[in-house]
């Protein structure tokens, strides 16, 4: 269901088309969810969300950011998850600012993510406010924070709220933060089990990206690899700082972005016709 929290968001805010890309991309920012059973469906990179929820509007200890791109979709387990990460960050008067999670029916965006498009992932900023901390609209609207040069405790504490909980399935993380986070003791030194779903990826130096398990509604969501064993500390970090590794991270054009869009939406699983069926 539709709640007016969602209504409002979705006449507020819309994104502009540009770029020559198809018209029905200028849509997708405003479109309603399907109505029907909630399930996540396909591979995390390549996949959609049938009647996905939002947020009230009345959480605690939440502020959205970035609101215009309509990213604020997702699988129940996962609106829950941050909800309760509210309320724990609420207890001791701070905020955590969440990003983008999913469009209202998953799949590929334009830009920004690969995955994110079955409901199950969702960007958190490592800024942590206090509760006394007034924060403009402009502020949260814009595309990028400020990369963190260190990690404090309450960054340690968001990674363990989320690391902790039975339904993540990992957490990615910049490669030099996974690294000192391996080599750190006292209040920032994270247990085995946390730092074994604590897993190296490009970028991610502002913010951390939470991943949820196939949820048991979800008979077609295609769960990953299994994370290897032990605390990914070892040589499988060490190869991030690699040559290979950082030409990984190179960019990309805009017309291989828009080719990679468009081939993506053609390859969904056939589950998925719901996602373009108004295009």
């Known amino acids: 269901m539709i709640n007016k929290t969602s209504a409002l968001f979705l006449s507020l805010f819309t994104i502009s088309c540009s770029h020559n890309l198809p018209d029905f991309t200028s849509r997708l920012s405003t479109r309603l969810p399907t ?29 959205l950011s970035q609101v215009k791109r309509g990213r604020y979709w997702g699988h129940p387990d996962l609106i829950n998850l941050l909800t309760r990460a509210g309320e724990e960050f609420n207890k ?16 590929p965006t334009i830009t920004g993510h690969n995955s994110h498009q079955t409901g199950l992932d969702v960007d958190v900023w490592f800024k942590i406010l206090s509760s006394k901390d007034e924060v403009s609209f402009r502020a949260i609207e814009m595309e990028d924070m400020n990369s963190f040069e260190e990690l404090g405790v309450d960054q340690i504490k968001l990674i363990q709220f989320f690391a902790k ?10 490669p030099g933060f996974k690294k000192k986070l391996c080599q750190a003791s006292g209040a920032l030194k994270l247990s085995a089990e946390d730092q074994h779903k604590l ?19 979800s008979s077609q ?11 990914g500390c070892g040589d499988d970090l060490n190869w991030w700082f690699t040559d290979e590794a950082k030409s990984g991270a190179g960019d ?6 828009k080719a990679i869009y468009l081939e993506k939406i053609k390859k969904l699983p056939e589950q998925c016709s719901f996602y373009s069926d108004t295009f």
């Open 199 to 217: 897993r190296a990826w490009w970028g991610h130096d502002d913010h951390i990206h939470v991943r949820l398990k196939c949820p048991s509604d």
């Open 165 to 174: 909980d039975p339904s993540v399935e990992r957490i990615f993380i910049n």
């Open 252 to 257: 990309i054009s805009w017309e291989e972005l």
């Open 92 to 107: 001791h008067n701070k905020k955590i600012i969440v990003g983008d999670l999913s469009q209202s029916r998953g799949g």
């Open 221 to 231: 969501c295609v769960s990953q690899n299994l994370i290897p064993a032990g605390d």
């Open 35 to 63: 109505e029907s059973k909630t399930e996540s469906i396909g591979e995390y990179s390549l996949g959609c969300l049938q009647g996905a929820q939002t947020f009230t509007g009345k959480e605690k200890g939440l502020i």
